[in-house]
């Protein structure tokens, strides 16, 4: 069993920052693909970037060149940052862990509003 636990969302501006983290209970990264999702309303859940156990990351069209996916191997956490926001990147994010299975966190707002 994985847990995931995320941080990080809140409100910013148009073209503002911000950082989202992912916090696994275990050390998976050797393993695990990590991705982050997102789901805005009335929306389905749509994958934002992923980070292979080997490194590789790739990221939706929508979010390339803004966003970029990384990890920290030491502290068990993974982070989206996120710049030049628009208003349509405004969504629930969801952290998710796969493998054989597959794990969700608890997902953190973000708006872009003025």
């Known amino acids: 069993q994985v847990q995931l636990v995320e941080s990080g969302g809140g409100l910013v501006q148009p073209g503002g920052s911000l950082r989202l983290s992912c916090a696994a209970s275990?050390?998976?990264?050797?393993?695990?693909?990590m991705g982050w999702y997102r789901q805005a309303p009335g929306k389905q859940r749509e994958l934002v970037a992923v980070l292979t156990s080997g490194g590789n990351s790739n990221y939706a069209d929508s979010v390339k060149g803004r966003f970029t996916i990384s990890r920290d191997n030491a502290k068990n956490t993974v982070y989206l940052q996120m710049a030049s926001l628009k208003r349509e990147d405004t969504a629930i994010y969801y952290c998710n862990a796969r493998h054989i299975l597959q794990y969700w966190g608890q997902g953190t707002q973000v708006t872009v509003s003025s």
């Open positions: 275990k050390n998976i990264f050797s393993i695990y693909t």
